[in-house]
């Protein structure tokens, strides 16, 4: 039986795939830390180019960690024939194997192999093994130092194949961001730029996630990286980018108040009725901007700062009208755009409060069952406080694009604002969360959790439950006190 032991001065190295790309290195370094903080094992990253038997120079190590993703060359095919268990994570999405093995490497007498489907499949995979040395999501957010362990053993008993993840894209939304957040990205990055994101999608990660919703009161994701640089790293790592339920086609709110003005291509008015040229053009530049990364792009338009679109005082049908419109010009620009090569890229249209009107409609009129919206994803929406304001009907549970939920652990607005406490009791997402799974809403769960740093334990619980729900879901009835107790252990028994 293969056995592989963690402890001061032995030595651990990982080997990972070229192919496997930078991403899938950024983590593995991490995790490579994980294993020094908690056993001080000597350990390093390599990148494998070719077979270690075409070099001659090639150290044998008695133990090691191997990462490979399906695809990802020669070599990831010929484990493949070497260890035939692979084959069960082949072809499935975000989905990995965690195995134990004794020669079946040129590198190492005994390896833990670590092969995932695709990116996302690796790189929980090697986070799989953080879970198993103690490490949580709470390391950087919580403040939650390594355990030190004089010995960690991991051997067959630790073998394991992944599931699917339960819910396609699952992921939460940095907002209402002043003074709290922006305040200590500032102070401590300069910025909300790449160096400080890097720290968010690695919790996003450590939680299995793998979308986000940037920082958008005052920032902008796609130039303060700077520039791109934000969104290369999370699409490095596998992680898809989408601009808020009220920001289309990948470009920020307070982007547009930086380039609007007179003189400016983009016009001076965010308005589709006044400004149609300006804004089309504004709309072109962010999906050209986007090409060849993974992002998530809102289509539709409301007003500027929370207001309806035509105003308040136009009516359902016109609004109706003139949605449609912007909404076919969207679909237009993104197929010609980022779809090219019969690439589809996933759109969300939000169901939520300036809109939500106009997609139900009046006298027969309405956004529902509109062509254009068919095979994009329809967001719902709690009423701001946890609790579900719609779910999909019978005759629509069948809808091709799927349906979300945009629900709030944190709300800035009327009729009032609830911020910088968790608040929200763990049995009531699991009682509303679970009630939107059960009506098909699987393809999308996004939460506000506001600053982020003091969303902990319900961002976590939702993170899990998002992700496996057959182990948290309608099944399990006591589900919430189940999770509080398995966190704090994990989290507070870490620090004694």
């Known amino acids: 039986m293969a056995t592989l032991k963690l402890e001061k001065k032995t030595a651990f190295p990982f080997f990972i795939l070229h192919e496997c790309g930078d991403g899938v290195r950024r983590v593995a370094e991490k995790v490579s830390r994980d294993v020094i903080g908690v056993t001080d094992t000597q350990t390093e990253v390599s990148v494998v180019e070719i077979c270690a038997k075409e070099k001659k120079d090639t150290q044998h190590h008695s133990q090691a960690v191997f990462v490979a993703t399906d695809g990802c060359g020669e070599r990831a095919e010929k484990l493949l024939y070497e260890i035939p268990e692979l084959k069960r ?6 989905s990995y194997a965690f195995l134990i093995r004794e020669n079946v490497l040129e590198e190492a007498e005994n390896a833990l192999v670590i092969y995932g489907s695709d990116r996302l499949g690796t790189i929980y995979g090697l986070f799989h093994l953080s879970e198993l040395l103690g490490v949580t999501p709470m390391l950087y957010w919580g403040d939650c130092p390594y355990k030190k362990r004089n010995l960690v053993i991991i051997d067959d008993k630790d073998n394991y194949i992944s599931k699917e993840p339960s819910v396609a894209y699952r992921g939460f939304f940095i907002n209402d ?3 709290c957040f922006g305040t200590w990205t500032t ?27 940037p920082a958008m009161w005052s920032s902008c994701f796609m130039l303060d990286g700077p520039g791109m640089e934000s969104m290369k790293l999370a699409d490095e790592y596998g992680i898809y980018i989408g601009m808020s339920h009220h920001e289309p086609c990948m470009r920020s709110g307070a982007e547009y108040s930086k380039v609007r003005g007179k003189g400016s ?5 965010w308005s589709y009725k006044t400004n149609k040229e300006g804004i089309i053009k504004f709309w072109e530049d962010g999906l050209k901007r986007s090409q060849g990364y993974r992002v998530f792009p809102t289509i539709g338009m409301r007003g500027e700062n929370d207001s309806k679109i035509l105003g308040y005082n136009a009516t359902i049908s016109e609004n109706v009208r003139l949605l449609k419109e912007v909404i076919t010009k969207q679909r237009e620009l993104i197929r010609s755009i980022l779809e090219k090569k019969e690439k589809k890229v996933p759109q969300l249209f939000a169901v939520y409060k300036e809109v939500e009107d106009y997609y139900f409609g009046e006298e027969g009129e309405g956004l529902r069952g509109f062509k254009e919206l068919e095979d994009v994803t329809l967001l719902l929406c709690d009423d701001n406080f946890g609790n579900m304001r719609t779910l999909p009907e019978q005759f629509e549970k069948n809808h091709p694009g799927g349906f979300g939920m945009y629900y709030h652990l944190d709300y800035h607005g009327d009729p009032i604002s609830y911020e910088w406490v968790a608040s929200t009791p763990l049995m009531k997402i699991w009682e509303q969360m679970t009630e939107a799974y059960e009506y098909g809403i699987r393809q999308l769960w996004i939460v506000n959790v506001g600053d982020v740093k003091f969303q902990e334990i319900p961002l976590n619980y939702f993170m899990s439950l998002a992700y496996d729900f057959e182990t948290w879901g309608s099944k399990i009835m006591n589900s919430a006190q189940i999770y509080t107790k398995m966190w704090i252990d994990k989290v507070f028994r870490s620090r004694s």
């Open 265 to 269: 291509p983009y016009g001076d008015a």
């Open 187 to 213: 102070s401590h990055f300069g910025g909300f730029n790449a160096e400080m994101y890097d720290h968010i999608f690695e919790y996003l990660l450590r939680m299995k996630g793998n979308y986000l919703w």
């Open 177 to 179: 961001e002043w003074p």
């Open 89 to 94: 994570v082949k072809g499935k999405k975000e």
